[in-house]
């Protein structure tokens, strides 16, 4: 092939990927967070990039560094993933995002400009939080209008960290999540007792909009990120050139 000219079953193909955790300020120096440690991510980056897609990495807070090879994007909170998915999904036109980054829900209502200073001797403090919005959820709206509209017609993948007592109720959660979110793919993750945020391996189940189910794992994410890729691909293709 010639140089610069990637081969595989994605080449050509745009893939934009979020990854991390992210971080909601309360003042210069606090954020609320969460545990979500980036590997899925970044090994679903990575995977992309060995089947010859263009990769943009929107970065959230990791434990791990970015693969090489991919484009970073450094997206510390909610409010700069949003603007990242805008840019990267629908301004540059990519052919499937996927949301693996794991979104504050609330956000501190105001963003203190000085450090919060303790008051009296044993007063306690209360947070007023807020609704981040639901990037995924837009990604998809804004995707279904363009496509009515002749537009482009982007592939995207939701992910979803779900419990249960056991593994039927972890699925029934993922189908309704489907449902709900109107995404061609959700990868539900089964958070139980053996995974963790922060383990290498997990247990993921693939649901398609199509109604297709596969369950993979306990695998490394590595090995998982092949799964979610081969579902992507196997997705009844709409009409994009
Ligand atoms: N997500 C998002 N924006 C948010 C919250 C979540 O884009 N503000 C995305 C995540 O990246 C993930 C998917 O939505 O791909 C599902 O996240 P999850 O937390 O499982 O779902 P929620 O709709 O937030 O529902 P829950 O109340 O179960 O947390
Ligand atoms: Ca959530």
């Known amino acids: 092939a010639p140089v610069g000219v990637s081969e595989g079953p994605l080449a050509g193909r745009r893939v934009v990927v979020s990854a991390g955790g ?9 954020y609320l967070g969460n545990r979500s440690s980036g590997r899925m991510g970044v090994a679903l980056a990575a ?8 990769v943009v990495l929107l970065a959230c807070a990791m434990d791990v560094g ?11 909170d909610a409010t700069a993933l949003e603007l990242a998915v805008a840019e990267e999904l629908f301004e540059r036109q990519a052919d499937v995002l996927v949301m693996a ?14 450090k919060i200073k303790k008051q009296g001797e044993d007063e306690g403090l209360v947070l007023e939080l807020e609704r981040t919005p639901d990037i995924l959820a837009g990604a998809v709206e804004r995707r ?3 496509r009515a509209a002749g537009g482009p ?10 419990t249960g007592d056991d593994g039927a109720s972890v699925l029934e959660h ?7 979110k109107g995404v061609d793919l959700l990868v539900a993750n089964e958070v139980g007792v053996d995974t963790t945020f922060g383990k290498d391996s997990a247990t993921v189940h693939l649901l398609g909009a199509d109604g297709s189910e596969r369950t993979v794992g306990p695998a490394p994410k590595t090995e998982l990120a092949e799964a979610v890729w081969d ?11």
């Open 47 to 54: 995977a992309a990039r060995d089947r010859g897609a263009e």
């Open 144 to 146: 279904d209008a363009e």
């Open 22 to 30: 992210t971080r909601e300020a309360l003042d210069p120096v606090r």
């Open 66 to 76: 970015p693969p090489a090879g991919v484009q970073v994007v450094p997206t510390p």
């Open 153 to 162: 017609d982007p592939v995207i993948v939701g992910f979803a960290a779900e």
């Open 174 to 180: 993922a189908r309704a999540k489907l449902a709900r």
């Open 231 to 241: 579902a992507v691909q196997a997705l009844p293709t709409p009409a994009r050139t």
């Open 101 to 114: 980054a794991a979104v504050a829900d609330f956000r501190p209502a105001r963003v203190e400009e000085s």
